[in-house]
Protein backbone atom coordinates (compact mmCIF):
# COMPACT_ATOMS: atom_id res chain seq x y z
CA UNK A 1 0.00 0.00 0.00
CA UNK A 2 1.42 3.34 -0.77
CA UNK A 3 2.14 5.64 1.61
CA UNK A 4 3.65 8.95 2.72
CA UNK A 5 7.53 9.37 4.13
CA UNK A 6 8.38 10.99 7.19
CA UNK A 7 9.87 13.97 7.47
CA UNK A 8 13.29 12.51 8.23
CA UNK A 9 13.26 9.75 5.67
CA UNK A 10 12.92 12.61 3.31
CA UNK A 11 15.44 14.47 3.97
CA UNK A 12 17.82 11.66 4.05
CA UNK A 13 16.15 11.21 0.32
CA UNK A 14 17.01 14.91 -0.79
CA UNK A 15 20.83 14.80 0.41
CA UNK A 16 20.98 11.93 -3.01
CA UNK A 17 23.45 13.43 -5.13
CA UNK A 18 25.80 11.87 -7.73
CA UNK A 19 28.89 12.76 -5.61
CA UNK A 20 27.72 11.42 -2.38
CA UNK A 21 25.30 8.58 -2.61
CA UNK A 22 23.28 8.68 0.45
CA UNK A 23 23.31 4.74 0.56
CA UNK A 24 24.22 2.76 3.55
CA UNK A 25 26.49 -0.35 2.97
CA UNK A 26 26.94 -2.99 5.21
CA UNK A 27 28.92 -6.85 5.03
CA UNK A 28 28.56 -9.71 6.58
CA UNK A 29 31.96 -11.60 5.84
CA UNK A 30 30.93 -15.47 5.33
CA UNK A 31 33.38 -18.56 6.31
CA UNK A 32 32.04 -20.61 3.17
CA UNK A 33 29.51 -20.05 0.54
CA UNK A 34 26.39 -19.07 0.78
CA UNK A 35 23.20 -20.30 -1.21
CA UNK A 36 21.96 -18.10 -3.81
CA UNK A 37 18.28 -19.79 -4.10
CA UNK A 38 17.90 -20.07 -0.36
CA UNK A 39 19.47 -16.86 -0.11
CA UNK A 40 16.52 -15.78 -2.36
CA UNK A 41 13.86 -17.15 -0.64
CA UNK A 42 15.03 -15.93 3.15
CA UNK A 43 14.73 -12.50 1.40
CA UNK A 44 11.26 -12.93 0.13
CA UNK A 45 9.88 -14.68 3.01
CA UNK A 46 12.08 -12.02 5.65
CA UNK A 47 12.08 -8.92 4.33
CA UNK A 48 10.27 -8.41 1.19
CA UNK A 49 7.07 -10.37 2.91
CA UNK A 50 7.64 -8.13 6.23
CA UNK A 51 9.06 -4.77 5.27
CA UNK A 52 7.10 -2.19 3.06
CA UNK A 53 9.92 -0.24 1.66
CA UNK A 54 11.39 -2.83 0.53
CA UNK A 55 9.14 -3.53 -1.93
CA UNK A 56 8.07 0.24 -2.59
CA UNK A 57 10.18 3.01 -4.31
CA UNK A 58 10.29 6.91 -3.48
CA UNK A 59 8.09 9.09 -5.82
CA UNK A 60 7.99 13.47 -5.41
CA UNK A 61 5.33 15.24 -6.10
CA UNK A 62 5.41 18.22 -8.80
CA UNK A 63 8.53 20.65 -7.63
CA UNK A 64 9.77 17.75 -5.30
CA UNK A 65 7.70 19.24 -2.62
CA UNK A 66 8.22 17.33 0.22
CA UNK A 67 7.57 14.74 1.77
CA UNK A 68 8.04 11.66 -0.82
CA UNK A 69 5.76 9.21 -1.67
CA UNK A 70 6.61 5.87 -1.03
CA UNK A 71 4.53 3.69 -4.04
CA UNK A 72 4.20 0.04 -4.59
CA UNK A 73 6.90 -2.12 -6.94
CA UNK A 74 7.44 -5.28 -6.50
CA UNK A 75 11.07 -5.77 -6.27
CA UNK A 76 12.70 -8.39 -8.84
CA UNK A 77 14.85 -10.83 -6.91
CA UNK A 78 16.54 -11.43 -9.79
CA UNK A 79 17.94 -8.44 -9.91
CA UNK A 80 18.21 -7.31 -6.20
CA UNK A 81 19.87 -10.40 -4.86
CA UNK A 82 22.65 -11.16 -7.70
CA UNK A 83 25.80 -12.80 -7.31
CA UNK A 84 29.41 -11.12 -7.85
CA UNK A 85 32.07 -13.05 -8.70
CA UNK A 86 35.27 -11.63 -7.20
CA UNK A 87 38.46 -11.57 -9.66
CA UNK A 88 41.40 -13.29 -8.65
CA UNK A 89 43.14 -13.49 -6.07
CA UNK A 90 39.94 -12.51 -4.33
CA UNK A 91 41.51 -10.90 -1.45
CA UNK A 92 40.52 -7.78 0.63
CA UNK A 93 41.35 -5.25 -1.81
CA UNK A 94 39.21 -7.03 -4.66
CA UNK A 95 36.41 -7.20 -2.38
CA UNK A 96 37.16 -3.13 -1.24
CA UNK A 97 37.58 -2.31 -4.68
CA UNK A 98 33.58 -3.70 -5.52
CA UNK A 99 32.60 -2.13 -2.68
CA UNK A 100 33.92 1.23 -3.57
CA UNK A 101 32.56 0.75 -6.78
CA UNK A 102 29.07 0.24 -5.03
CA UNK A 103 29.60 3.69 -3.24
CA UNK A 104 29.44 5.48 -6.95
CA UNK A 105 26.38 3.84 -8.10
CA UNK A 106 23.19 5.04 -7.83
CA UNK A 107 20.36 2.55 -7.08
CA UNK A 108 18.03 2.02 -10.04
CA UNK A 109 14.89 4.67 -9.34
CA UNK A 110 12.41 2.37 -11.05
CA UNK A 111 12.79 -0.33 -8.47
CA UNK A 112 13.04 -0.25 -4.40
CA UNK A 113 16.09 1.49 -3.01
CA UNK A 114 18.25 -1.50 -1.91
CA UNK A 115 20.24 -4.28 -2.84
CA UNK A 116 21.91 -7.28 -2.28
CA UNK A 117 25.11 -8.46 -3.57
CA UNK A 118 26.74 -12.54 -2.67
CA UNK A 119 29.97 -11.96 -3.55
CA UNK A 120 31.78 -15.35 -4.19
CA UNK A 121 34.90 -16.29 -4.59
CA UNK A 122 36.59 -14.21 -1.47
CA UNK A 123 39.67 -15.70 0.30
CA UNK A 124 39.44 -19.37 -1.78
CA UNK A 125 35.91 -20.64 -1.01
CA UNK A 126 34.08 -17.83 1.47
CA UNK A 127 32.06 -15.39 0.48
CA UNK A 128 30.08 -12.35 1.60
CA UNK A 129 27.17 -10.30 1.56
CA UNK A 130 26.84 -6.59 0.67
CA UNK A 131 23.83 -4.79 1.43
CA UNK A 132 23.06 -1.75 -0.06
CA UNK A 133 20.50 0.14 0.88
CA UNK A 134 19.17 3.97 0.59
CA UNK A 135 19.39 6.25 3.90
CA UNK A 136 15.77 7.23 3.27
CA UNK A 137 15.03 3.62 3.79
CA UNK A 138 17.20 2.62 6.93
CA UNK A 139 19.48 3.88 9.46
CA UNK A 140 22.53 1.79 11.25
CA UNK A 141 20.26 0.24 13.72
CA UNK A 142 17.37 -0.63 11.16
CA UNK A 143 20.38 -2.62 9.08
CA UNK A 144 21.48 -4.37 11.93
CA UNK A 145 18.20 -5.75 12.41
CA UNK A 146 17.96 -6.85 9.06
CA UNK A 147 21.44 -8.72 9.12
CA UNK A 148 19.33 -10.32 12.24
CA UNK A 149 16.31 -11.47 10.60
CA UNK A 150 18.03 -13.20 7.93
CA UNK A 151 19.73 -15.34 10.88
CA UNK A 152 19.23 -19.23 11.00
CA UNK A 153 18.73 -18.67 14.55
CA UNK A 154 16.70 -16.52 17.55
CA UNK A 155 18.85 -14.08 18.16
CA UNK A 156 21.52 -14.92 21.07
CA UNK A 157 20.82 -13.60 24.82
CA UNK A 158 21.37 -10.06 25.52
CA UNK A 159 20.97 -8.85 21.81
CA UNK A 160 18.78 -5.84 22.08
CA UNK A 161 15.18 -5.86 21.54
CA UNK A 162 14.99 -3.48 18.59
CA UNK A 163 17.58 -6.35 16.28
CA UNK A 164 16.13 -9.68 18.33
CA UNK A 165 11.77 -9.09 17.83
CA UNK A 166 9.54 -9.39 15.15
CA UNK A 167 8.46 -5.63 13.78
CA UNK A 168 5.62 -3.70 14.78
CA UNK A 169 3.63 -1.75 12.64
CA UNK A 170 3.98 2.12 13.27
CA UNK A 171 1.37 4.47 13.93
CA UNK A 172 1.15 8.00 11.13
CA UNK A 173 3.15 11.27 12.27
CA UNK A 174 6.30 9.54 13.20
CA UNK A 175 8.14 12.53 13.14
CA UNK A 176 5.97 13.90 15.99
CA UNK A 177 5.67 11.15 18.06
CA UNK A 178 8.97 11.19 18.31
CA UNK A 179 9.74 14.48 19.19
CA UNK A 180 6.99 14.28 21.53
CA UNK A 181 8.56 11.70 23.27
CA UNK A 182 12.13 13.32 23.42
CA UNK A 183 11.08 16.59 24.39
CA UNK A 184 9.18 14.60 27.36
CA UNK A 185 12.04 12.73 28.19
CA UNK A 186 14.47 15.84 28.23
CA UNK A 187 11.40 18.14 30.63
CA UNK A 188 11.59 15.02 33.02
CA UNK A 189 15.20 14.98 32.51
CA UNK A 190 15.65 18.97 33.69
CA UNK A 191 12.93 18.58 36.70
CA UNK A 192 15.62 15.94 38.20
CA UNK A 193 18.17 18.30 38.08
CA UNK A 194 16.36 21.15 39.22
CA UNK A 195 14.58 19.21 42.03
CA UNK A 196 18.64 18.29 42.86
CA UNK A 197 20.35 21.69 42.92
CA UNK A 198 20.09 21.89 46.57
CA UNK A 199 23.39 19.58 46.91
CA UNK A 200 26.47 20.91 45.99
CA UNK A 201 26.46 18.21 43.19
CA UNK A 202 23.17 18.77 42.06
CA UNK A 203 24.08 22.80 41.48
CA UNK A 204 27.02 22.39 39.28
CA UNK A 205 25.57 20.03 36.96
CA UNK A 206 22.44 22.25 36.79
CA UNK A 207 25.45 25.08 35.78
CA UNK A 208 27.19 22.69 33.77
CA UNK A 209 24.17 21.62 31.72
CA UNK A 210 23.49 25.80 31.44
CA UNK A 211 26.28 26.66 29.76
CA UNK A 212 26.77 23.45 27.62
CA UNK A 213 23.44 24.45 26.10
CA UNK A 214 24.23 28.31 25.85
CA UNK A 215 27.11 26.89 23.64
CA UNK A 216 25.51 24.15 21.54
CA UNK A 217 22.55 26.73 20.89
CA UNK A 218 24.98 29.01 19.77
CA UNK A 219 26.93 26.70 17.53
CA UNK A 220 23.78 25.14 15.80
CA UNK A 221 22.62 29.03 15.25
CA UNK A 222 25.91 30.25 13.72
CA UNK A 223 28.19 27.31 12.86
CA UNK A 224 32.01 28.08 13.16
CA UNK A 225 33.79 26.37 9.47
CA UNK A 226 36.34 23.78 10.80
CA UNK A 227 40.18 25.03 9.45
CA UNK A 228 41.81 23.82 6.02
CA UNK A 229 42.45 21.00 6.20
CA UNK A 230 43.35 18.54 3.19
CA UNK A 231 40.49 16.72 4.02
CA UNK A 232 38.22 19.50 2.23
CA UNK A 233 37.40 20.14 -1.80
CA UNK A 234 34.80 19.22 -3.99
CA UNK A 235 33.47 15.40 -4.00
CA UNK A 236 34.14 13.80 -6.86
CA UNK A 237 31.84 10.01 -7.85
CA UNK A 238 34.78 8.22 -6.94
CA UNK A 239 35.10 6.66 -3.67
CA UNK A 240 37.21 3.85 -1.75
CA UNK A 241 36.08 1.35 0.61
CA UNK A 242 38.55 -0.06 3.23
CA UNK A 243 38.44 -1.64 6.88
CA UNK A 244 40.25 -1.82 9.69
CA UNK A 245 41.85 -4.89 11.98
CA UNK A 246 39.58 -6.32 14.29
CA UNK A 247 40.21 -5.17 18.37
CA UNK A 248 38.33 -6.64 21.00
CA UNK A 249 35.73 -4.92 23.00
CA UNK A 250 37.44 -5.63 26.36
CA UNK A 251 40.87 -4.06 25.63
CA UNK A 252 39.03 -1.28 24.18
CA UNK A 253 37.18 -0.92 27.45
CA UNK A 254 40.37 -1.33 29.35
CA UNK A 255 41.54 1.69 27.16
CA UNK A 256 39.03 3.71 28.46
CA UNK A 257 38.32 3.28 32.19
CA UNK A 258 41.60 5.77 33.55
CA UNK A 259 39.77 8.71 31.60
CA UNK A 260 35.56 7.05 32.55
CA UNK A 261 35.72 6.90 28.80
CA UNK A 262 33.75 5.08 27.02
CA UNK A 263 34.15 2.44 23.85
CA UNK A 264 32.89 5.64 21.46
CA UNK A 265 35.52 7.82 23.63
CA UNK A 266 38.28 5.67 22.95
CA UNK A 267 38.16 5.04 19.39
CA UNK A 268 37.12 8.65 18.59
CA UNK A 269 40.24 9.44 20.41
CA UNK A 270 42.10 6.64 17.54
CA UNK A 271 40.30 8.61 14.71
CA UNK A 272 41.64 12.11 16.23
CA UNK A 273 45.07 10.49 16.35
CA UNK A 274 44.86 8.55 13.05
CA UNK A 275 43.89 12.61 11.65
CA UNK A 276 46.71 13.85 13.04
CA UNK A 277 49.54 11.48 11.90
CA UNK A 278 47.35 11.54 8.42
CA UNK A 279 47.24 15.69 8.30
CA UNK A 280 50.41 16.27 9.83
CA UNK A 281 51.19 17.25 13.78
CA UNK A 282 50.51 21.07 13.79
CA UNK A 283 46.85 20.08 12.57
CA UNK A 284 44.45 22.53 14.64
CA UNK A 285 41.54 21.42 16.44
CA UNK A 286 38.71 19.53 13.66
CA UNK A 287 35.01 18.83 14.21
CA UNK A 288 32.82 15.66 13.75
CA UNK A 289 29.39 14.96 12.55
CA UNK A 290 27.90 12.35 14.47
CA UNK A 291 24.95 10.50 13.92
CA UNK A 292 23.05 9.94 17.50
CA UNK A 293 20.80 7.52 17.66
CA UNK A 294 17.31 8.24 19.07
CA UNK A 295 15.72 4.98 19.01
CA UNK A 296 14.55 2.68 22.11
CA UNK A 297 16.67 -0.47 21.66
CA UNK A 298 14.45 -2.11 24.57
CA UNK A 299 11.43 -2.04 21.74
CA UNK A 300 10.55 -3.69 18.70
CA UNK A 301 11.35 -1.77 15.46
CA UNK A 302 9.06 -0.41 13.08
CA UNK A 303 8.11 -2.28 9.94
CA UNK A 304 8.92 0.45 7.89
CA UNK A 305 12.27 0.54 9.38
CA UNK A 306 13.19 4.30 8.34
CA UNK A 307 15.50 7.20 10.48
CA UNK A 308 15.72 8.21 14.11
CA UNK A 309 18.72 9.92 14.34
CA UNK A 310 19.86 12.72 15.62
CA UNK A 311 23.26 15.13 14.75
CA UNK A 312 25.82 16.24 16.90
CA UNK A 313 28.69 17.98 16.18
CA UNK A 314 31.84 16.94 18.95
CA UNK A 315 35.19 18.56 18.80
CA UNK A 316 37.86 15.85 17.98
CA UNK A 317 41.31 16.74 19.70
CA UNK A 318 43.48 16.24 16.55
CA UNK A 319 45.59 19.07 18.29
CA UNK A 320 46.71 16.43 20.73
CA UNK A 321 49.82 14.86 20.87
CA UNK A 322 49.30 12.63 24.18
CA UNK A 323 46.72 9.64 23.08
CA UNK A 324 45.84 9.65 26.96
CA UNK A 325 44.76 12.98 26.90
CA UNK A 326 42.66 12.67 24.20
CA UNK A 327 40.71 10.17 25.29
CA UNK A 328 39.79 12.88 27.78
CA UNK A 329 39.46 15.07 25.91
CA UNK A 330 36.84 13.13 23.44
CA UNK A 331 35.40 11.96 26.79
CA UNK A 332 34.49 15.80 28.22
CA UNK A 333 33.47 16.73 24.92
CA UNK A 334 30.72 13.86 25.22
CA UNK A 335 29.74 14.21 28.34
CA UNK A 336 29.02 17.82 27.43
CA UNK A 337 27.04 17.27 24.85
CA UNK A 338 24.94 14.53 26.34
CA UNK A 339 23.65 17.86 28.62
CA UNK A 340 22.48 19.42 25.42
CA UNK A 341 19.31 19.06 23.06
CA UNK A 342 22.01 19.19 20.11
CA UNK A 343 20.67 15.46 18.82
CA UNK A 344 17.03 16.71 19.41
CA UNK A 345 17.57 19.98 18.28
CA UNK A 346 18.95 18.85 14.80
CA UNK A 347 16.30 15.96 14.11
CA UNK A 348 13.73 18.19 14.25
CA UNK A 349 15.54 20.71 11.42
CA UNK A 350 16.09 18.12 9.34
CA UNK A 351 12.98 16.52 9.86
CA UNK A 352 11.00 19.61 9.32
CA UNK A 353 13.22 20.91 6.32
CA UNK A 354 12.44 16.73 4.91
CA UNK A 355 8.55 18.65 4.20
CA UNK A 356 9.96 21.20 1.93
CA UNK A 357 12.57 21.37 -0.82
CA UNK A 358 15.19 19.15 -1.43
CA UNK A 359 17.65 22.53 -1.38
CA UNK A 360 16.47 23.52 1.59
CA UNK A 361 17.55 20.43 3.30
CA UNK A 362 20.96 20.45 1.07
CA UNK A 363 21.24 23.76 2.92
CA UNK A 364 20.85 22.93 6.41
CA UNK A 365 22.96 19.70 6.07
CA UNK A 366 25.50 21.72 4.82
CA UNK A 367 25.78 23.74 7.43
CA UNK A 368 26.39 21.37 9.45
CA UNK A 369 29.04 19.84 7.12
CA UNK A 370 31.13 22.75 6.76
CA UNK A 371 31.41 22.63 10.63
CA UNK A 372 32.89 19.44 10.44
CA UNK A 373 36.14 17.71 8.38
CA UNK A 374 34.82 13.85 9.11
CA UNK A 375 31.69 11.95 10.07
CA UNK A 376 31.77 9.01 12.37
CA UNK A 377 29.38 6.62 12.99
CA UNK A 378 28.78 3.97 15.44
CA UNK A 379 26.14 1.04 16.23
CA UNK A 380 26.20 -1.64 18.58
CA UNK A 381 26.52 -5.02 16.37
CA UNK A 382 25.29 -8.46 17.11
CA UNK A 383 26.18 -9.84 20.26
CA UNK A 384 26.70 -13.28 19.12
CA UNK A 385 28.23 -14.97 15.66
CA UNK A 386 24.96 -14.97 13.43
CA UNK A 387 24.63 -17.96 10.73
CA UNK A 388 23.09 -17.52 7.07
CA UNK A 389 21.56 -20.39 5.93
CA UNK A 390 23.67 -22.35 7.27
CA UNK A 391 26.79 -20.35 6.98
CA UNK A 392 28.60 -18.94 9.29
CA UNK A 393 29.27 -14.82 9.85
CA UNK A 394 32.85 -14.81 11.23
CA UNK A 395 32.44 -10.96 11.00
CA UNK A 396 30.58 -7.93 9.96
CA UNK A 397 31.14 -4.11 9.58
CA UNK A 398 28.97 -1.05 7.18
CA UNK A 399 30.24 2.20 6.26
CA UNK A 400 27.98 5.65 6.92
CA UNK A 401 27.73 7.33 3.92
CA UNK A 402 28.64 11.31 3.44
CA UNK A 403 26.17 14.28 3.29
CA UNK A 404 26.93 17.74 1.80
CA UNK A 405 30.85 18.39 0.39
CA UNK A 406 32.65 15.95 3.26
CA UNK A 407 35.42 13.58 1.93
CA UNK A 408 35.88 10.98 4.88
CA UNK A 409 33.35 8.37 6.99
CA UNK A 410 34.29 6.24 9.76
CA UNK A 411 31.93 3.91 10.99
CA UNK A 412 32.37 1.79 14.28
CA UNK A 413 30.39 -1.96 14.80
CA UNK A 414 31.03 -4.31 17.29
CA UNK A 415 30.34 -7.98 16.52
CA UNK A 416 30.59 -10.66 18.83
CA UNK A 417 33.00 -9.21 21.23
CA UNK A 418 35.21 -7.40 19.12
CA UNK A 419 35.18 -4.24 16.94
CA UNK A 420 36.82 -2.76 13.85
CA UNK A 421 35.99 0.60 11.95
CA UNK A 422 34.89 0.77 8.41
CA UNK A 423 36.18 3.66 6.19
CA UNK A 424 34.66 5.42 3.00
CA UNK A 425 36.38 7.81 1.59
CA UNK A 426 36.23 10.39 -1.60
CA UNK A 427 39.83 9.27 -3.45
CA UNK A 428 40.67 12.03 -4.96
CA UNK A 429 40.60 14.28 -1.92
CA UNK A 430 42.39 11.81 0.00
CA UNK A 431 45.01 11.44 -2.56
CA UNK A 432 43.96 8.98 -3.97
CA UNK A 433 44.20 4.77 -3.17
CA UNK A 434 47.72 5.57 -1.95
CA UNK A 435 46.10 8.31 0.42
CA UNK A 436 43.32 6.35 1.59
CA UNK A 437 45.99 3.68 2.17
CA UNK A 438 48.00 5.65 4.41
CA UNK A 439 45.19 6.82 6.72
CA UNK A 440 43.63 3.37 6.99
CA UNK A 441 47.50 2.25 8.12
CA UNK A 442 47.49 5.42 10.71
CA UNK A 443 43.60 4.35 11.55
CA UNK A 444 45.31 0.75 12.34
CA UNK A 445 48.62 1.84 14.21
CA UNK A 446 45.87 3.75 16.57
CA UNK A 447 44.24 0.89 17.21
CA UNK A 448 47.19 -1.50 17.66
CA UNK A 449 48.40 0.98 20.44
CA UNK A 450 45.57 0.22 22.31
CA UNK A 451 46.17 -3.47 22.78
CA UNK A 452 50.04 -2.84 24.29
Not at 92 to 99: E, N, P, W
Not at 115 to 133: E, F, K, M
Not at 360 to 387: D, F, H, K, M
Not at 414 to 431: C, K, N, P
Amino acid sequence: MDRWASGIDTAWLQLEQPTNRMVVHGILFCEGPVDLDALRERVQDRWVAAYPGLRQRPTWTVGQLGPARWVDAAPDLDEHVRTVALPAPGDDAALARHVGAAMSEPLPADRPWWSLHLVTGYRGDGSALLVNIHHGLADGVALNHLFHVLADEPAAEGTPTAYAEAPRRPRRAHDWRLLHREARQRVADLRGKVRAAGTSEGAAELRATGRAVRTSTAMLTRPPQDPPSALQGRPGPAKSARWTSMVPLETVKAAGKPAGGSVNDVLCAAIAGALREFLGENTPRLRAVMPINMRPLDRPISDELGNEVGLVLPPLPTDEPDPGRRVERVHAAMATIKRTDQALATFAGIAGSGHGRPEWTRALVARYATTSSVIISNVPGPVAPLTIAGTRVRDALFWVPCSGDLALGVSILSYAGRVRLGVRADTAILGGEAGVDRFVAALDAQLASLCE
